[in-house]
Nanobody, 124 residues
Framework: QVQLVESGGGLAQAGGSLRLSCVAS????????TGWFRQAPGKEREFVAT????????YYADSVRGRFTISRDNNKNTLSLQMNNLKPEDTAVYYC?????????????????WGQGTHVTVAS
C-alpha cells in the first residue's frame, strides 16, 4: 500500500513559478514509475508528466513541455514538479500517482495509487 501527499500548490501570477512535491510512504514508490496529472473544473483528468522508476526517462504533455520539469528522489520517496512560465490554463487540481511497473505511463488506468491533490490557480 502506498500513500501519497501532495503539497506546494497555491496562487501564482501568469509567468510565475510553483514547485509541487509529493511524499510517498511504502517501498513501492522507489520501484515504480510515477506521474503527475491535473483536473480543471468541468474537465476530465489529464496527463501532465511521467518519470520512470530510476528517474532517467521522462515524458511530458505537449501543453507543458519546456515549462514543467518532473523529478524524483527515491532516497526521500519524493516526486516533484517544477512549473515555470505558468499560464491561466494551468489552473487545476494536480495529482501525483504511482504506476504499475517501472516504465513511464501516460494513461491514468496504468496508475494504482493516487494522492488527494493540490490546487494550483494561475491568475492572468
Amino acid at each position: 500500500q502506498v500513500q501519497l501527499v501532495e503539497s506546494g500548490g497555491g496562487l501564482a501570477q501568469a509567468g510565475g513559478s510553483l514547485r509541487l512535491s509529493c511524499v510517498a510512504s511504502g517501498r513501492t514508490f522507489s520501484e515504480s514509475a510515477t506521474g503527475w496529472f491535473r483536473q480543471a473544473p468541468g474537465k476530465e483528468r489529464e496527463f501532465v508528466a511521467t518519470i520512470n522508476w530510476v528517474g532517467t526517462q521522462t515524458y511530458y504533455a505537449d501543453s507543458v513541455r519546456g515549462r514543467f520539469t518532473i523529478s524524483r528522489d527515491n532516497n526521500k520517496n519524493t516526486l516533484s514538479l517544477q512549473m515555470n512560465n505558468l499560464k491561466p490554463e494551468d489552473t487545476a487540481v494536480y495529482y501525483c500517482a504511482v504506476a504499475r511497473g517501472t516504465i513511464q505511463q501516460k494513461q491514468p488506468a496504468m496508475y494504482n495509487y493516487w494522492g488527494q491533490g493540490t490546487h494550483v490557480t494561475v491568475a492572468s
